[in-house]
């Protein structure tokens, strides 16, 4: 079946540097695709999206590429901060019926 | 933005009992979702509750597993019924289309923060 997944399960960064998640997804009929953050103990929160039609996409410190010949996505996060800690997880809107796929999610870790 | 509230935040459950878990909403919403996410695993999609009728469940879940009501475009409840251990996992709900937002490129879905089930 189609399904979104990660390179790395986590991803440690120094603080300040800038952060790259990766994610791949199989569907190549997907239109839409979203960049959660969940915190320990909370539910996702929407960072950034992208539409197939768009390579890339800005935001505050963030970043998002979408390379479709290889069906891939990233997040970049500039000038990594403390409270940037959490796991991020890459969804598609494979149907445009707003039922999202998940990928499992990369855990970020800042060291000091 | 939306402010979505569940409750149990979290329970600990005997197998064989069942458990309702409740959604509020603090706008009206167009759709309302249920997802569940397993130890160390993604989100995954159960069903999208619809209001003044069935749930549309997602390959894998049932209706007499995991029945759903959604009485009004606020609330929603879902129901994990004759509990295993395997059900133990984090379920949350999540809305898209609030009342009274702009349409606009993006697409935010909001997700609630979440109740942790632990089956025993």
């Known amino acids: 079946g189609e399904s979104v997944g990660l390179h790395l399960p986590t991803l440690s960064v120094q603080e300040g540097d800038n952060s790259i998640i990766n994610c791949a997804y199989s569907?190549?009929?997907?239109?839409?695709f979203i960049w959660y953050k969940q915190e320990s103990g909370k539910g996702p929160q929407f960072i950034i999206d992208?539409?197939?039609?768009?390579d890339k996409r800005q935001g505050q410190r963030v970043t998002v590429l979408l390379n479709k010949t290889v069906k891939h996505l990233s997040l970049q996060i500039a000038a990594t901060q403390p409270g940037d800690s959490a796991v991020y997880l890459c969804?598609?809107?494979?149907?445009?019926?707003?039922?999202?796929?998940f990928g499992t999610g990369t855990r970020l870790t800042i060291i000091p | 933005s939306a402010v979505i509230s569940q409750k149990p935040s979290r329970d600990i459950c005997q197998r064989g009992t069942s458990l309702t878990i409740q959604c509020q909403v603090d706008?009206?919403?167009?759709?309302m979702f249920w997802y569940r996410q397993q130890p160390g695993q993604s989100l995954t999609l159960i069903a999208t509750?619809?209001?003044?009728?069935?749930?549309?469940?997602e390959s894998g879940f049932v209706i007499d597993k995991f029945p759903i009501s959604r009485p009004n475009l606020t609330f929603s409840t879902l129901t994990v019924s004759n509990m295993s251990p395997e059900d133990s996992s984090i379920y949350l709900c999540?809305?898209?289309?609030?009342?009274?937002?702009?349409?606009?490129?993006?697409?935010?879905?909001?997700f609630g923060p979440g109740t942790r089930l632990t089956v025993t």
């Open positions: 969804a598609e809107d494979g149907f445009g019926n707003e039922k999202l796929t």
């Open positions: 509750a619809n209001q003044g009728s069935e749930a549309t469940y």
């Open positions: 706008s009206q919403v167009t759709m």
């Open positions: 992208i539409r197939s039609n768009m």
């Open positions: 569907n190549s009929a997907s239109d839409y």
């Open positions: 999540s809305v898209t289309g609030l009342a009274g937002e702009l349409p606009s490129s993006s697409y935010e879905q909001y």
